[in-house]
């Protein structure tokens, strides 16, 4: 079903403000189309479907006929490469990855045990300690009795795997904060689940950092956007700076997943990320939320995976979807850290009527 000379990409979770929308906004950059773009999604509702060229729905990966369901829609459109669009798909395609290569399919995504190391904070920030990165400090709340190890604040309340985009996190300034944030959230629902983590720097210097490199882990080129925190789009939580200590800043924040701001290089950040990613045996495209305190990189979050900047980066010409395209379906050469433009790029919502 493909009757077209251009190569059937097929992009899961286009909807929801995902990061496959994001993915399927940058290739819609692109001035002269060169791929068939196909778009699935669980919703019947969703916007996206008609920005591309064939718009399939497609269960929820938790569902039994999950993957029956997506061999079958990459057989119908002669699909060569796919692109995961949420974290419950990535993990249930990388799970199959002997299914996809037999098909002939190549998976755009890293590898299960990297993504699965990475969705995990408590694995990730232990790895990045063994490495030599330093993390803020983090302790998994266990029981109540854990929680008196804590003696740096402020810190953040955050589930210990998943949760994208900043969900569930939240801030506590004291020690009595923290346990009446433990009773609100219920300790037996929180315990093995949520870790405490050190709050580092300042919103001034908050990154989310693409670091990208070949399927098997060369190094390509790498980005940064310093967050511009201006509205109730951008930050998830906003409180006074009662601790006392000015190196905080006026307010504690929480952004969320929703970024803005200066698009860049900044090498100082991008440097540094760049040899975490390596050090860890990255794959692909990897996203690295940080805070640059006293010039080191304080590494807060990695996703293994596209990022919800991935538009404002195609923006500036680092099409992080195009590029590995290009890569593997036409065989291009791609130029190491390959020039592109900086600047500010800033975000709003939009409403359309569908019917």
Known sequence: MNPTNKSAVLITAIGGGGYGGQILKALRLIPEQRYLLVGADASEHCPQFR????????????????LEALFELCERFQIRVVFPGCEPELKVMTAAK????????????????????????????QRLADLGYAPP?????????????????PVVVKPSVGAGGSANCFIAQNRQELMA????????????????????????EEYTVGVLLDLDGNYINSIAVRRLMSGQLNIRSS?????????????????????????????????????????????????????????????????PRFSGTTSIRAMVGYNEPDVL?????????????????EGIVLRELREFRTS
């Not at 002997?98 to 920030?125: P, Q, T, V, W, Y």
């Not at 006026?250 to 760049?274: H, K, M, W």
């Open 239 to 303: 409180v006074p700076n009662r601790t006392g200590e000015q190196r905080f800043g006026s307010r504690l924040v929480i952004s969320s997943g929703v970024s803005q701001g200066y698009v860049g290089r900044f090498e100082a950040v991008t440097r540094q990320c760049r040899d975490i990613a390596q050090a860890l045996g990255a794959r692909g495209a990897v996203n690295i939320q940080c805070r640059l305190v006293d010039g080191v990189v304080k590494v807060f979050e990695i996703n």
């Open 51 to 66: 920005d591309v060229d064939h718009a399939v729905r497609l269960p929820l990966a938790r569902d039994p006929g999950y």
């Open 181 to 204: 944030l433990c009773d609100y959230l219920g300790l037996e629902n929180i315990a093995g689940s949520f870790i405490v983590q050190e709050y580092v720097g300042t919103p001034e």
């Open 325 to 341: 395209l290009r890569r593997y379906l036409m065989d291009e050469s791609i130029a190491v850290d390959f020039p592109y433009e």
């Open 98 to 125: 002997r299914e996809f290569d037999s098909r002939g399919i190549l998976l755009m995504a890293a590898e299960h045990e990297f993504i699965e190391l990475c969705l995990n904070k408590e694995r990730a920030n």
């Open 137 to 153: 400090r983090y302790l998994k709340v266990s029981d109540r009795d854990a929680l008196a190890a804590v003696d740096w604040f």
